[in-house]
């Protein structure tokens, strides 16, 4: 089974306008982090947020929040006020704290914001 | 403060030839992962190396190698290229390996090309 799915493989938002990018995890952990990531066209990976398990607030970062629903094991990211440099792909990304380091990826969705 | 830097930044090689690439982790961090990304991929974990020695590692033939060194910089080898191993080579760091860990911040990552 996938560890994190990611359903949109590409979204359109106009530019200043708010965009859900989905995600959902597997995982059996109690104790997990979530993670998006954004890559440009350049290649590097950028964090963007992060949320742990046991987190009960939302986690938000500037014009990034992720809207984490623990029991629907899901964690979307929501972009405020979209900017034409938000165009880009985006991870979304798992680390399960007890069976090991590694970070599991999605598929990415390509995000573009129209002017 | 100086990110995650890898070397080089594209590479060009023929099938069975080996290959060496580089990567120097965030100040302050201690360890680091690989990631093969494919096109149109999300990355997938090579291997992640803690105190000089591989700590965890994916589903990732023997041909793949590495090494961490004192100054905690790593390299991954490749030996006997395939085409398939043509990918973007993301290389990330992060603090700790053992008792839970921090966000992994990613390098601008090596595009090899095998021909």
């Known amino acids: 089974a996938q560890k994190i799915t990611q359903t949109q493989p590409g979204m359109f938002v106009q530019e200043k306008e708010a965009v859900t990018l989905d995600c959902t995890y597997d995982?059996?952990?109690?104790?997990?982090?979530l993670f998006w990531y954004k890559q440009p066209s350049s290649g590097e990976m950028i964090f963007l947020i992060y949320?742990?398990?046991?987190?009960?607030q939302n986690a938000t970062e500037g014009r990034y929040s992720l809207n984490f629903q623990k029991a629907r094991k899901s964690a979307n990211l929501v972009i405020s006020a979209s900017q034409l440099g938000d165009s880009a792909m985006y991870f979304c990304?798992?680390?399960?704290?007890?069976?090991?380091?590694?970070?599991?990826f999605g598929t990415g969705t390509s995000l573009t914001v129209i002017p | 403060d100086a990110g995650v830097t890898q070397s080089p930044t594209h590479l060009i090689k023929t099938r069975g030839q080996q290959v060496t690439l580089r990567c120097s982790p965030k100040?302050?961090?201690?360890?680091v992962s690989w990631y093969q990304q494919a096109l149109g991929q999300g990355p997938q974990f090579i291997f992640q190396y803690y105190e000089e020695e591989e700590r965890q590692r994916g589903n990732f033939p023997d041909r793949f190698s590495g090494h961490q060194f004192p100054n905690y910089s790593s390299e991954l080898n490749v030996n006997a290229l395939l085409l398939g191993d043509s990918a973007l080579y993301l290389c990330?760091?992060?603090?700790?390996?053992?008792?839970?860990?921090?966000?992994?911040?990613f390098g601008p990552g090596t595009r090899l090309t095998v021909l």
């Open positions: 990304a798992m680390r399960e704290d007890y069976t090991g380091n590694q970070f599991y």
């Open positions: 990330a760091s992060s603090r700790g390996a053992g008792q839970g860990q921090d966000t992994q911040y």
């Open positions: 995982t059996s952990d109690q104790s997990y982090g």
């Open positions: 100040s302050g961090h201690d360890t």
């Open positions: 949320q742990g398990s046991y987190d009960e």
